[in-house]
């Protein structure tokens, strides 16, 4: 029925373009469905985020980083926003709507967001290639509509210009190649007490993810070393030392979790894989705001893309951080030091521990989200719905960022020091994102 | 002291790289495809992704294994067996009745008891049950056997007799939902559990298994010998929300429930695809290998009992025995694997159960390898594995899916047949000439459950047992019927037993080495040779 629905305000507005090529009844319309498209190219690509094996959280970012630019950036070609180019780092001036002829947004936008994901995720399974083309089919029949032929290649042409623009300037980002899924073939483990060792027996694991996302290109900060941190308390064995006391409230902490606590590290987990990632949960936050507030178009694409960009730099930025301090996680101390049978509540990442990957993301994230929709806004996460996880209710964005922080704690994968300093890193990162220009 | 060990070390590595070399060396297969006469294709595009099974099973009484492989959107194809003992392979395509399209597994089973193999077809569509007429003739029984085929996209099968029931139950593992075009994901349907009709020698309405979580693998499996085999499935994870691998008790007279954290299960969420269970260090209970993408799983049990109640709490111990098997062994595409079937078998028959697995990329995934080798891992005697596929002639980097190792031409060396997507099937035969002896077994019971699933068969080779359950399910969309093999290294006599599924633990037998024997309930162990 809803289908059936969809097809019919295809051709009421296939018959508005027609007759009257201005005017805020067409442009009403037109943007209604324009949003259409972006959230159901949003809803495919978290999909395509859990389901492409190489989309670990970092990868994940830059991929969703990218299509809100894209996205952004169609908006922007009609000049109602003002365009990233020259804002974000490399993107040089996109194409825009050119005077003089008609354009349909969603038809633009469609075409665009087609190509981008298409481009993003072409490493995807055979079952993500078969959902990307029966969209890319539909959608395109769906805004066509009985939209004249010139103007509808016109619109096509314009999309995939817009995307192609894009996708070259993500080439040179240094992210672009995902190698043996993110874990180097050969990697010189560092020695020493304080360093990161494997955390589990998976042999594909036995290397950390992606040791040089750090040194990829950021979108609006200048580098990944950009937002320093202070570093984890002094590495040591001593029963009075911080080091220890952190390590000891891991063990604590797993000791004595509440329900809700526990509840609170299975909902931040977002493993790959197995959930929209953490980049992809605040997405799927922010696109549930969007359904439930009714944001038009520009809004919309506004957040997303401001979103995408301030978590992509909080994933290169954490990972300039990781990688220069190069950590060990809590299991490995506590079981050298304190528990040698010791379980964390959740897996433990493959990865070096400090700073949190998902405080730093989240810090940033709220950071935007914060600007963007004001202090103390209340919404519900419904994110892992699907999975049988009952959503959960934020006084604000910082209060969630706070949660998502805390709840690497619970799950035994983090010190206190890599949620906290994380979380101010983000704030760090989140500001560059906050102070790109999107209205003229 | 301390170089006395130091030595004994030395000693320790040199008998291990001696072991490894001669498991190596020991072992040859020539591959026998075209002269076989084989020539089948498991075909079809995205509704082939999975399945690609082959059954092994004798249909024509005469001792020899014949062949049913899936043909993916072609019809199936049925080959009987027409090796001579210990000579080249060679199989004689035949029409059987066994012809249906989009087969994508197939299991022998014996389901109405009757001495004559049946097949549990599963499809994309309607699964139909073929029952075996004799002389490698098949006929539909769905009807008959008051079995609900369905429409589902079904790739798992196990089967076990229910303590007291004259009619098998049957579990059939459903993957996604075909239709769902847009958002596949999450839309894994119902697995079903066929459990007979009271008196009738029928088959009650399926019951659907909740939760699913789109099955690639089933195995009834007496994982803590308690006596009552539970329902073991594998699950993709790529298509389900909130699901994870599943251990079912599914207990006579009771509705089937999960094994629960309370109970111990942990949870474990992989891309399963296949399942191989056998008692690798010889303290009864079954370990397990789980194939998945990237790394496989081998789990034994954490903290194993004598009484039958050991926790479902297993501990992986893939890593530290050798078998992860996550990237491919040698050539020039090092990406991550992807694995199908898996098989523990003992390719050279040195008492030590080897582990075979298909490999072959889903369809042309570019983070993984698309020259996929399959491994073929050789157990030795410290319980870590070697790869010998390559040095052995078993090597292929077909897009390979379902497997079996069977005895073709009855000279007690396992052969192997491989079922590729969008290739040739191949087949290999064990050539090797230094390997140890040998025993083969088929059980036999009068009444319901004739091939004894659910039994163990148990056989002494030097301070050890060799034990190994007899099942039906398992691997990937392929299962087998008929010989039971073991090897024996250096023994040539021994004696075997058989602790058969209603509990009953028969005496030990004396039996001689490179022997056939049928194994009856109730009888002394009878040689059997080619007639």
Known sequence: MNFVRKIASAFLLALLICINQSGSTLAQTKRLQTLDVVQRWYALSLELVRHTPTYTPPVASRALAYLGVTAYEVSAASGVLTSLAGQLNGLEATPKFEQGYTYVEAIVMQSALAASAQALFANTGPTGQRALRRLEETLRWEVAGTVPPDIRERSETLGKAIANHIMRWSETDGGAVIENLGFPEKFKLIQGEAAWKPTNVVALQQMPLLPNWGKNRPFAMPSGATCKLPGPPTYSEDKASEFYKQALEVVTAKQ?????????????????????????????????????????????????????????????????????????????????????IWEPFINTPPFPEYPSGHSTQSGAAAFVLTKFFGENFAFEDTTHSKDGIKGRSFLSFDDAAAEAGISRLYGGIHFRAAIEHGIEQGHCIGAFTNALRTRH | MKRQSALSIIVLLSQLTSNATWAAESLHFAEETSSSGLNSVYAGDWEQIVGGGVATFDCNDDGFTDVLISGGTGPAKFYRNASEQGGPLKFASQTSGLELDNVSGTYPLDIDSDGKTDLVLLRV????????????????????????????????????????????????????????????????????????????????????????????????????????????????????????????????????????????????????????????????????????????????????????????????????????????????????????????????????????????????????????????????????FVEVAQTSGAWSVANARGAAIVDFNLDGLLDLIVINRNDPAQVWRNTSAKAGHWLEFRLEQKGANRDAIGAWIEVKNGDKILSREITSGGGHASGQSGWWHFGLGKETKTEARVIWPDGTIGAWQPVNGDSFYVLEKDKPAAIWTVQ
């Not at chain 2, 690639?216 to 691998?245: C, H, K, V």
Request: hydrophobic fraction near 40%.
């Open chain 1, 256 to 340: 004595e979790l509440t329900p809700d606590q526990k509840a609170i590290a299975r909902f931040w987990a977002d493993d790959a894989m197995l959930s929209p990632t953490p980049p992809g949960h605040w997405i799927s936050i922010a696109l549930q705001i969007i359904e439930r507030d009714q944001l038009d178009v520009d809004k919309s694409v506004d957040v997303l893309a401001r979103l995408g960009i301030a978590m992509a730099d909080a994933f290169i930025g954490c990972w300039d951080g990781k990688y220069q301090y190069n950590l060990l996680r809590p299991v490995t101390y506590i079981r050298r030091l304190i528990d040698p």
């Open chain 2, 125 to 384: 569509g309607e699964n139909v049950i073929m029952r075996g007429l004799g002389s490698c003739k098949f006929e539909r029984a769905n009807e008959a056997f008051g079995f609900e085929g369905g429409d589902a996209w079904s790739a798992a099968f196990a089967a076990t007799w229910e303590r007291g029931a004259t009619w098998p139950t049957l579990a059939i593992g459903n993957y996604i939902d075909r239709k769902e075009e847009f958002s596949p994901w999450g839309s894994c349907t119902d697995n079903w559990l066929h459990r007979p009709a009271g008196v009738e020698q029928t088959f009650r309405s399926a019951l659907p298994l909740k939760p699913s979580f789109c099955a690639l693998s089933m195995l009834f499996t007496d994982w803590n010998r308690s006596g009552t085999p539970a329902l073991r499935i594998s699950n993709d994870r790529e298509y389900y929300e909130g699901g994870q691998e599943q251990l079912w008790h599914v207990e006579a007279g009771s509705e089937p429930r999960l094994y629960t954290e309370e109970e111990g299960w942990k949870r474990l969420r992989i891309w399963g695809m296949g399942i191989a269970g056998y008692d690798l260090d010889f303290d009864g209970y079954p370990e397990y290998f789980h194939t998945s993408m990237a790394d496989n799983k081998l789990q034994t049990l954490a903290a194993p009992t004598k009484d039958g109640k050991a926790k479902p709490d297993y501990k992986d111990v893939a890593f530290a025995k050798g078998v992860t098997a996550h990237r491919p062994f040698a050539g020039d595409d090092l990406k991550p694997s992807t694995a199908w079937h898996t098989q523990f078998e003992d390719m050279n028959n040195d008492g030590l159960a080897d582990l075979f697995i298909a490999k072959g990329n889903v369809d042309r995934m570019p983070d993984f390898a698309a020259k996929d080798p399959n491994n073929l891992l050789i157990q030795q005697p410290d319980g870590k």
